[in-house]
């Protein structure tokens, strides 16, 4: 599965359905904000039992955007504030927003509790989505 902006909801919709017949596990890595841009395709995979697993990084913010406006070292940095990059209100519930469009879903907070859904998802053959938690940080260390 290619990384970035390829493993999109759509893109491992694609990809899993492209590869169906080979019987080999999808998984999809998608940050939080870009998941918005394509969450519809979780109806799709509903809708076909597409046995794909989606797995939201969720910062509950566009953290790339931050981090590159961080380091114009610009008014952003001064007042610490980041407009329009937060995701958080509301918070967005993938969790219900995915069993709302057909797909069952998760939250994970640890490593653990992530591969143990990945892996029971990976099991069946209808769509899952896993909300994991991530830490919010975004400036260097
Ligand atoms: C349709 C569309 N709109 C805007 C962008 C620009 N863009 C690229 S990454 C990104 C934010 C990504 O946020 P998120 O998916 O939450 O990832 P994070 O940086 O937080 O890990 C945006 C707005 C894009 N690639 N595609
Ligand atoms: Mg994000």
Redesign the pocket.
């Known amino acids: 599965m290619p990384s970035g902006?390829s493993s999109s909801p759509p893109e491992t919709r694609k990809w899993s359905q492209s590869i169906h017949a080979l019987d080999r596990p999808v998984v999809g890595l998608?940050?939080?904000?870009?998941?918005?841009?394509?969450c519809q395709t979780l109806w799709t995979a509903a809708h076909y039992r597409i046995g794909a697993v989606f797995v939201i990084?969720?910062?509950?913010?566009?953290?790339?955007?931050?981090?590159r406006l961080h380091a114009m070292r610009g008014h952003a940095e001064q007042a610490d504030t980041y407009v329009g990059?937060e995701?958080l209100d509301p918070p967005i519930d993938f969790v219900s927003l995915s069993r709302s469009l057909g797909v069952a879903a998760e939250r994970a907070k640890t490593l653990h509790e992530t591969t143990d859904l990945i892996a029971q998802g990976l099991k069946g053959n209808s769509p899952m989505l896993i909300d994991v938690e991530?830490d919010r940080a975004?400036k260097p260390m």
Request: aromatic share 12%; proline share 0%; hydrophobic share 40%.
């Open positions: 902006t998608i940050g939080d904000g870009s998941a918005m841009y394509t990084l969720n910062n509950k913010s566009y953290r790339i955007l931050k981090q990059m995701l991530l975004f």
